[in-house]
């Protein structure tokens, strides 16, 4: 089979694993001329890269052929995605994860359990009556973007817009190289987003509540702690990483057991092997599909020569198929044990927010499970959206009795 160059074909989108199949068997570390950079699909070669310090996760900046006077215009949105903590090697990494943690605890992500149950109960109980729903736009978006604004102390009618400016700042983060305007649109949406939370904060500031934001503006650790613009840049990273992704698990999770119904069924029939079936949706069809870093000196691995600045692809969900380390990968099956699949990454940066998005997940299918009966695809035609970063659905229409 020839080497598809555009990792955005149609088809790859739609269908990537026997494609990456292919690529992990003829060229597993693969130049890819197009995208200008090597494209990484084996488990082993991924995970040792995750926690190799010759790579480095400092990989906002302008591409070479941005023209000059774009270069100029980004230099903000650049600014603000610098620091995001996934944006940054240690020192300044250790630094300010260190500091989010006291914020963003285990005990925080619990509270959130009972609201949890709420919204999901309520999303479902609007469309049982109707017989079918798109599970993305009427329940999956709407469960973690209302859960990161209660954690972070922001108004639930704000939801539409903070989805807006993230979607538009996707275009950008998540490598949406088609669409036309993406530089424009993600840095309107990211300054949008910056002069809300400019308020939300300085209120926070004279008047702490009980909510994440506060918990962010008072973090202490040893005398230190993070500045207005990291506060500012942290919460934006939140609100982004804190939905766009665990949307696409919960609809990318429920599309899995929809197409294996009697995995489905095994589920229905045994609710506690909801956690390992959350651990299989992830490595099966995880939201996140590759991690980009960059080579800070010249490495070799197996026969090719990763030279100093070159950009890497490590592509996790292929990795998460790779037969060498699971077996049937390309068999749903959650009651699969030790499944140490890569979908939330590895190595320090290694996703904080991965016990709330396994907590809203388990609680946003298993909802699902017990008021949705007879549960099942409207159509099978679906199409997925065109990025290099994450595996998402444009849509999931279902039907139901
Ligand atoms: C299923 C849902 C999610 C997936 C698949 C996911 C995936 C990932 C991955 C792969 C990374 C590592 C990126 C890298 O190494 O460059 C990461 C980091 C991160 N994620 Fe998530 N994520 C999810 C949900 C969340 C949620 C709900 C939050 C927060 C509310 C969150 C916040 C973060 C943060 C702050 C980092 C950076 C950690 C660091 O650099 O130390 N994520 N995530």
Redesign the pocket.
């Known amino acids: 089979m020839p080497l598809i160059e555009d990792l955005l074909d149609k088809e790859v989108v739609n269908n990537p694993y026997p494609y990456f199949h292919q690529l992990r068997k003829e060229d597993p570390i693969y130049w890819n001329e197009r995208w200008n950079g090597w494209v990484f699909t084996r488990y082993h070669d991924i995970s040792k890269i995750?926690i190799d310090n010759r790579f480095t996760?400092e990989r906002i900046r302008p591409s070479k052929n941005m023209p000059e006077q774009m270069v100029l215009d980004m230099a903000s949105t650049y600014e603000i995605l610098s620091k995001?903590?996934?944006?940054?090697d240690p020192p300044n990494?250790t630094r300010?994860?260190m500091l989010?943690n006291k914020a963003?605890t285990p005990k925080a992500v619990e509270e959130m359990r009972p609201f949890m149950h709420e919204i999901t109960d309520y999303l479902l109980h609007h469309v049982q009556s109707k017989g079918k729903m798109d599970v993305i736009s009427d329940y999956a978006f709407l469960l973690?973007i209302l859960v990161?604004s209660k954690?972070l102390g922001l108004p639930d009618e704000d939801r539409d817009l903070l989805k807006q400016w993230s979607d538009d700042l996707l275009l950008l983060v998540f490598g949406a190289v088609k669409e036309t305007n993406r530089h424009e649109r993600a840095k309107n949406g990211l300054q949008q987003m910056v002069y809300y939370l400019e308020d939300v904060i300085q209120a926070r500031h004279k008047n702490p509540q009980n909510d994440l934001i506060t918990a962010l503006v008072t973090a202490k650790e040893k005398g230190d702690v993070l500045s207005m613009g990291e506060v500012i840049s942290?919460c934006t990273?939140?609100i982004f990483?804190?939905?766009e992704?665990?949307t696409?698990?919960i609809a990318n999770g429920l599309y899995s057991l929809l197409k294996n119904p009697a995995q489905l069924e095994k589920l229905r029939a045994n609710p506690s092997l909801i956690h390992s079936a959350i651990e299989e949706l992830?490595r099966y069809e995880?939201?996140?599909k590759a991690?980009?870093?960059i080579a800070k000196e010249d490495v070799e691995i197996a026969d090719k020569e990763i030279k100093k600045g070159q950009r890497v692809l490590l592509m996790?969900n292929i990795a998460n198929r790779d037969p060498e380390v699971f077996e049937y990968p390309d068999k749903l099956d959650i009651t699969r044990q030790s499944n140490h699949h890569?979908?939330?990454?590895?190595?320090?940066?290694?996703?904080?927010?991965?016990p709330?998005?396994?907590l809203?997940?388990t609680i946003a299918i298993n909802q699902v499970l017990k008021h949705l009966k007879n549960i099942q695809l409207e159509r099978t035609d679906l199409e997925w959206q065109p990025n290099i970063i994450s595996r998402a659905l444009k849509q999931l229409p279902v039907i139901f009795d």
């Open positions: 995750l996760a995001w903590m996934v944006f940054n990494h300010i994860r989010v963003f973690p990161i954690m942290t990273l939140l990483g804190g939905h992704t665990t696409n698990l992830i995880g939201p996140s991690i980009m870093r996790q890569l979908g939330f990454g590895k190595g320090i940066h290694y996703c904080l927010g991965a709330l998005a396994r809203e997940s």
